[in-house]
């Protein structure tokens, strides 16, 4: 496919956007062209997003937002109304989220809705509809309703749509932000192959660690101020993840002392069909157990099964009864109006009670606050301490270090420290290699819809590996 | 395969849907005891055809709203002549036509909304209601937008109630007070996915939808 | 001056709202009937129906357009009509009508407040249209005291509820 290369290429001058006043972003140029990439990196909060929404127009004309400068992709100014409109068939875009993505019930409406939307018919868009589908080989599943397609399956759907009316330039708004080490390799695929066509990539990350080695050019954003980053200026970053932690050793320190608080033989999974079996799972007081595999895999149904939430199709679980479930979304815990409230909730453990604002390390200023008005990691801490008030001896949380910076993340790995050290015992589901060498005394790895116990560091590389990471 | 024909069906979504809306609007004012009755009929027979379990839990439903309406015409239409008694109560012949009358258009418009889901599938009634009978295309694509999420939906707003059971509260609110602390994070929840689908299906042309239609040449352009 | 045009975000949260709205109505009719045969049909109607209304101002709250509340209980209303419920289509011909009430609060307001008490009486106009239809359709001739009393259930149970889609809206967003 011959591109034009005016037609390939992002740039940006000068630009400054805000979503009452331009004080987000702060003068920020770039440029990318023809089978070029760039990767803009930065910590939390420095406005990547409101970056992404800037340059495409998005912020100025569906959020009411201010935007000074001058933008350009594919020869069209975003900022300018008329060429918003046109600005679709320039580009092909990966958000955050799968679930935040597709927007039809099918694969195939999805993708068929997509090129309707670019004036083709609907014999033409099924056609192309089915190719793109084949090429990320879900050709089978193009009728299914999209909730039963695996995580990785719908992760594989949008990056077929994000592609599937052949634009020149691609542009991805966090797409690891929930996803896991399988569909990281996926997404590398997809640079690689778009970089290869001639595309104009853009990939904006908090995680730059799995992409660093596919781009030349890398910037990052902090306060605002977007800067090229040199290899040397590494070392300084510290909330930035750009390099690869160290997976400790084959076991952790304190397996095997202690009674079992959970155990269970030949278990099988899952809501009316099986999707996951373990032949033995364990777990010891005072241990932190990570479960681990990609999205979908089962993670949250295993740990729903243990808390009772729903019953296991094959097999039983024995062990402590007091067992605690914190959900993936934070929201779903809240109850109260307030902060306080929820941390003194009469049907909580007295004792347990007692501590609880102290370990929340903003509560003098947060604590008449709805719990939905607080910051994404504020709601997480304050979902595991409402656990903890309940003073549960297994704590069961649903990926806890998702979507928290690395200064929170580290506050995560303290705090559940603490836990462990008081006696009690956290299985945590995960795909973040991270928490396995900082925080896992046993991890249990799955694959093939089968779970099994595996070595830390093993299990840890494993994932670098699969994501196609460097080391 | 045809994976999107518009409809093979003999009664194409669009006029289904003008069918279905109809026969409700008359079952409103519908007095005929007999007339109703040939409604239902047909509507019926077609749905369990089409539907099976899915809509057979309707007509229990249904049956199971029966006490009430009689209990309704009892308290509030009975006169005219003595048709019966029950229990020592008389009966009289307008409470019977009253429950009839209104018990068989509680059932015309079951058996019609049965008929109709169970007879199209979601995205065919979605292209029914965009192609054929022109429906904005932001409301047709709400609505496909909302069978998408059904199950989603559904799924949260169980382990909402499991997780207040976790903590000790009742899994289903009785109070309006208690329905908001279920509506809130439901809801929360589902805006941040619709905002950001939103913006999706915003740079994935949304607007241009319905204005333009690629040219031969412009799809040439693309073949490699 | 800019026209205040529904973008595809609009869309999503209309659509949003109408299951997440369908989800937990659902179970609602067997409290409902749970409720008329413990307390009576008007107790029962006064914590329960204003339920229905929810959609129209949370609608609006959220969107602060012209037209939110009506579409927000239209849209509601139409995917209600094409799930396998008891209700089928008279759901559509509800939702149009109460949309249209809850509007007109709204519109009185001039679109520009969407605060709780405008909320409320959007939710309880809507109550209005709500009970002829249940007359007609049910052939509810009741005598005139009795159908005072409905309806001055029906909009207390739709202010209530207006209050609250107030009340969820703040914190949706």
């Known amino acids: ?471 | ?224 | 001056m800019r026209r205040p045009s529904y973008t595809a975000i609009d869309y999503a949260v209309l659509g949003a709202i109408a299951v997440a709205f369908g989800i937990m109505f659902a179970p609602w009719w067997t409290v409902y009937y749970g409720l008329k045969s413990a307390l009576g049909p008007i107790p029962a109607k006064l914590i329960t129906y204003g339920l229905w209304f929810f959609p129209a101002p949370l609608a609006a709250v959220i969107l602060k357009k012209p037209l939110s509340a009506f579409m927000g209980e239209t849209l509601a209303a139409l995917v209600e009509s094409l799930i396998p419920n008891a209700g089928g289509f008279t759901n559509l011909i509800y939702g149009l009508a109460q949309g249209a009430f809850s509007e007109i609060a709204f519109a009185a307001g001039r679109y520009k407040r969407f605060g709780a008490f405008i909320s409320a009486l959007s939710g309880a106009l809507a109550g209005i249209p709500s009970v002829l239809l249940d007359a007609v359709l049910y052939s509810s001739i009741y005598p005139l005291g009795y159908m005072i009393y409905i309806i001055i259930a029906v909009m207390a149970s739709g202010a209530i509820y207006g209050y609250l889609a107030y009340l969820v809206g703040k914190v949706v967003k």
């Not at chain 1, 068939?89 to 195939?108: F, H, N, R, W």
């Open chain 1, 1 to 471: 496919m011959r591109l034009q290369s005016d037609e390939a290429y992002v740039s940006i001058e000068e630009l400054s956007a805000g979503y009452t006043k331009p004080d987000v972003i702060l003068g920020a140029s770039l440029r990318v062209g023809k089978g070029e990439g760039a990767l803009i990196a930065g910590p939390s909060g420095s406005g990547k997003t409101t970056l992404f929404l800037a340059m495409t127009g998005v912020l100025s004309h569906l959020l009411e937002g201010k935007v000074e400068g001058k933008a350009s992709i594919g020869g069209l100014d975003p900022l300018k109304l008329e060429d918003y409109e046109l600005l679709p068939s320039k580009i092909g875009i990966v958000l955050q989220d799968p679930e935040k993505q597709i927007a039809m019930p099918t694969p195939i409406d999805e993708l068929t809705f997509i090129l309707e939307n670019f004036g083709y018919s609907r014999e033409e868009a099924e056609k192309r509809a089915v190719e793109a589908l084949k090429s990320v080989g879900l050709q089978s599943k193009a009728n299914f309703h999209v909730e039963n397609l695996s995580g990785g399956e719908k992760r594989r759907l949008t990056i077929a749509a994000s592609t599937v009316h052949d634009p020149p330039i691609l542009l991805m708004d966090e797409p690891t932000a929930s996803i896991d080490p399988w569909g990281i390799a996926e997404i590398r695929g997809l640079i690689r192959s778009s970089l290869d066509k001639g595309m104009a990539v853009l990939l904006i990350e908090h995680k730059p660690v799995f992409f660093k080695d596919l781009f030349e050019r890398i910037y990052i954003l902090r306060g605002g101020k977007l800067d090229k980053f040199e290899e040397k200026d590494e070392m300084s970053i510290r909330d930035v993840d750009f390099s690869v932690k160290e997976c400790g050793e084959e076991k952790g320190k304190d397996i095997g002392s202690g009674k079992r608080v959970i155990e269970a033989r030949d278990l099988a999974v899952g809501y009316g069909r099986a999707i996951l079996r373990a032949e033995e799972l364990e777990m010891r007081e005072g241990e932190i157990v990570a479960i681990v595999g990609p999205n979908g895999s089962g993670k949250t149904t295993i740990l729903k099964t243990i808390a009772g939430f729903i019953g296991p199709i094959e097999g039983e679980i024995v062990g402590e009864r007091r067992r605690f479930y914190v959900p993936q979304f934070p929201d779903m815990l809240f109850i109260k109006r307030t902060v306080e409230e929820e941390l003194r909730d009469q049907k909580m453990d007295p004792r347990a009670r007692g501590s609880l604002k102290d370990l929340f390390p903003w509560y003098s200023s947060l604590k008449s606050s709805n719990p939905f008005r607080l910051s994404h990691g504020q709601r997480r801490w304050l979902s595991i301490l409402i656990a903890l008030g309940y003073d549960p001896s297994v704590l069961l949380l649903d990926e806890p270090s998702s979507g928290l910076d690395l200064i929170l993340y580290n506050k995560l790995v303290d705090l559940l420290k603490r836990v462990k050290n008081s006696g009690k015992s956290v299985m945590i589901s995960t795909h973040d290699p991270r928490l396995i060498g900082d925080l896992a005394d046993r991890v249990y790895y799955i694959k093939d819809g089968r779970m099994a116990e595996k070595g830390k560091s093993k299990a840890c590389s494993e994932l670098y590996e699969v994501a196609g990471v460097v080391r």
């Open chain 2, 1 to 224: 395969m045809r994976w999107l024909a518009l409809s093979d069906k003999m009664l194409s979504p669009g006029a289904g849907f003008i069918y279905a809306l109809s026969l409700t609007a008359l079952a409103f004012i519908l007095r005929s005891e007999i007339v109703l009755l040939a409604m239902v009929i047909p509507n019926f027979l077609l749905s369990l055809y089409y539907g099976r379990k899915k809509v057979a839990w309707v007509y229990v439903l249904i049956l199971i709203s029966a006490p009430g309406i009689f209990l309704n015409a009892l308290f509030f239409s009975n006169y005219g002549t003595l048709y019966t008694t029950i229990l020592g109560r008389p009966i009289y012949s307008n409470c019977i036509s009253s429950f009839l009358i209104v018990f068989l258009r509680i059932a015309v418009i079951g058996s019609v909304g049965a008929f109709f889901v169970s007879y199209y599938t979601p995205m065919e009634i979605v292209k029914g209601l965009e192609k054929e009978l022109h429906f904005p295309k932001g409301i047709a694509f709400s609505v496909a937008y909302a069978f998408r999420l059904m199950p989603l939906i559904s799924k949260d707003f169980g382990e909402i109630r499991k997780v207040r059971k976790q903590r000790g509260y009742r899994a289903f609110p009785l109070t309006a007070g208690e329905f908001m602390t279920y509506a809130a994070p439901l809801l929360r929840i589902s805006y941040e996915r619709a905002f950001w689908t939103g913006v999706a299906m915003e740079l994935r042309g949304f607007r241009l939808r319905g204005k333009r239609r690629i040219s031969s040449r412009e799809q040439a352009r693309f073949e490699k």
